[in-house]
């Protein structure tokens, strides 16, 4: 058996090593099972690098947010703007201008809400080859937030829970940094039932 040392592109130039051990009739064999192979590169990827392919997915999400939003716009601006209207028929009790109006923001709220999906949908079809190691972290991730998270029962307008899902969490400083917010949230919700 050899063994050979893999580097493997993910995203903004990150690079995850994997270690591949390949016995010597390799020809006959393609590949070994995959629960091997990724047990092996769990343990390779970092939270640094983890945590920069995170925030790396919400800016997609994030990009195709706004053109989705600006085509919901368009599109609704070309149906209801060439719609034949009435002045004097009201629909729904309104002017037909303000519901025609009203109908074209929910076509662009629409678009605002479809746009993450695309581009989570965009993003996971570039990083089919880490998605399991990524999907694996993102699994212990939750299980850190939600252990290290406070309970939101004690919130009040004056001490709002602070992120609760980490959905801001790009980096291992903003981590830490949601950590002390937690441990704060805990202290003034504790003081103000004494």
């Known amino acids: 058996?050899?063994?050979?040392?893999?580097?493997?592109?993910?995203?903004?130039?990150?690079?995850?090593?994997?270690?591949?051990?390949?016995?010597?009739?390799a020809g006959t064999i393609r590949q070994q099972s995959t629960e091997a192979?990724?047990?092996?590169?769990k343990e390779n990827i970092t939270w640094p690098e983890y945590l920069e392919i995170r925030r790396g997915k919400r800016r997609w999400e994030t990009v195709f947010t706004i053109p989705c939003?600006?085509?919901?716009?368009?599109?609704?601006?070309?149906?209801?703007?060439s719609l034949e209207t009435d002045a004097t028929k009201p629909i729904m009790?309104?002017?037909p201008l303000f519901f025609y109006g009203?109908?074209?923001?929910?076509?662009?709220g629409l678009g605002y809400l479809l746009g993450p999906a695309i581009g989570s949908a965009c993003w996971r079809m570039t990083h089919r080859r880490t998605l399991s190691l990524i999907e694996a972290k993102d699994r212990e991730f939750h299980k850190h937030i939600v252990r290290n998270r406070v309970d939101p029962?004690?919130?009040?307008?004056?001490n709002p829970v602070p992120?609760?899902?980490?959905?801001?969490?790009?980096?291992l400083h903003q981590y830490r940094q949601w950590l002390r917010d937690q441990a704060r949230f805990r202290r003034k919700a504790r003081f103000s039932e004494e």
């Open 1 to 25: 058996m050899y063994s050979s040392l893999m580097k493997r592109p993910c995203g903004r130039g990150l690079r995850i090593s994997l270690k591949v051990t390949r016995p010597k009739n």
């Open 37 to 41: 192979g990724s047990e092996t590169a």
């Open 69 to 81: 939003s600006l085509l919901g716009f368009a599109g609704g601006v070309a149906y209801f703007g």
């Open 93 to 95: 009790g309104l002017d």
């Open 102 to 108: 009203g109908c074209t923001m929910a076509c662009m």
């Open 153 to 158: 029962t004690a919130q009040s307008a004056a």
């Open 163 to 171: 992120d609760f899902y980490g959905e801001k969490i790009g980096s």
